[in-house]
């Protein structure tokens, strides 16, 4: 079935470094992808999306490139801030008629920024 | 933006009371609307789709008798937890898609509601 894989964490950095959360997906045609975050305490809010193949989602500084050959989409941000402290889902809804309502969670992954 | 309500927050009830979840959408209507439940540090496990009008669909290994979910109309889902119990206790969130924006739009979350059954 229909899988997201994402890097196990948690993932602690310091203000300012270099981000990356590895994702990859198993699904079945070609599937929408996203990254949901979620901040301690509150439900998950989309942070981007791609859907089809070499699409780049981008949002408050972060990307993640659709790539359809090494059926992935990870997260970068080049500078982290304190505040992008959360936890991050990698997520996907399949494209086949009889389930593309349904969205399929990875994991997760918490990073910590520390100043 | 598009907005969730989900109420209460929080809560706590007694071991064998009920309790009852509200989703809301409140700028945009949902024909579909998801439950979800998170246990600490663990990722979302789907617990049911809420469909307005009709039946909601469980996932597997999810009680239908224990996990009440009514979609009256195209901006509530409720979600009632009878006969509760310890083990109950988690994190129960909704989301909903808006319907004018096509299957593959992305959910809108509520905030959540943390129950914890004494």
């Known amino acids: 079935g229909d899988s997201v894989t994402q890097m196990e964490g948690p993932v602690t950095l310091s203000e300012e470094a270099f981000l990356t959360i590895n994702c990859t997906y198993t699904a079945t045609g070609y599937p929408s992808l996203f990254w949901y975050v979620q901040y301690p305490g509150e439900g998950l809010q989309l942070l981007l999306k791609a859907t089809k193949a070499d699409d780049k989602g981008s949002n408050k500084g972060f990307e993640a490139t659709y790539r359809k050959e090494t059926t992935s989409f990870h997260l970068e941000k080049g500078s982290v801030q304190v505040s992008d402290s959360a936890v991050y889902f990698c997520a996907l809804t399949p494209r086949m008629k009889t389930s593309y309502d349904k969205v399929i969670f990875g994991p997760g992954t918490s990073l910590s920024v520390i100043p | 933006g598009a907005v969730v309500s989900q109420h209460p927050s929080w809560v706590i009830c007694k071991s064998g009371t009920s309790v009852k979840i509200e989703c809301r959408s409140l700028d945009f209507q949902a024909t579909t609307m998801f439950w979800y439940r998170q246990f600490p540090k663990q990722s979302l496990m789907l617990m049911a789709t809420s469909n307005e009008g009709s039946k909601a669909t469980y996932e597997q290994g999810v009680e239908k008798d224990k996990f009440l979910i009514n979609h009256a109309s195209l901006t509530l889902s409720t979600l009632t937890v009878t006969s509760a119990h310890p083990e109950d206790s988690s994190f129960y969130i909704c989301?909903?898609?808006?319907?004018?924006?096509?299957?593959?739009?992305?959910?809108?979350f509520g905030n959540g509601t943390r129950l914890t059954v004494t």
């Open positions: 989301s909903a898609r808006d319907r004018g924006q096509g299957a593959n739009s992305p959910l809108h």
